[in-house]
């Protein structure tokens, strides 16, 4: 069995690479628990006594299936209770004016069939006939 206890990703990587390379040292930031099979005696390095995960690892390392890890999991986030009414009266929520021009939905483009094509201005006679307005000031935005 083999139980690794690391605070980062790459601490655990490099533990993982430790123990396929057979090296079994760790380092500040985490802590390598091991047991061999043919062995009675678990061996722990640079374990904290202070570490609740200390005796679990242990007694898990030592083949005891009825290890409580939810003892780990004693003391749960509390729930925070929230008022149930708006905290301030005032919106501040932005409102799309649909008439506003904008640079999102500038004025040029009000209305259009194409932003280079304002209306089809079109009779029975022959041909194609469309209108177009161009703002000067909302050109030079682009």
Not at 4 to 14: E, V
Not at 115 to 122: D, F, H, I, R
Request: charged share 25%; glycine share 2%; net charge negative.
């Amino acid at each position: 069995r083999l139980a690794i206890r690391c605070r980062t990703r790459q601490a655990l990587s490099r533990a993982l690479n430790a123990c396929i390379d057979g090296h079994y040292q760790s380092s500040a930031d985490s802590k390598i628990f091991y047991r061999f099979q043919e062995s009675d005696a678990v061996q722990l390095l640079e374990h904290d006594l202070d570490d609740p995960l200390t005796p679990l690892l242990t007694q898990w390392l030592n083949g005891d299936s009825q290890v409580d890890w939810a003892s780990l999991y004693a003391q749960l986030p509390v729930r925070i209770s929230l008022p149930a009414y708006r905290f301030e009266k005032t919106r501040c929520w932005y409102t799309d004016e649909g008439y506003e021009s904008s640079i999102v939905n500038p004025l040029m483009f009000k209305n259009k069939l194409h932003p280079l094509v304002a209306e089809n201005c079109s009779t029975l006679q022959p041909g194609a006939i469309f209108r177009t307005d161009f703002v000067e000031d909302e050109l030079l935005d682009y």
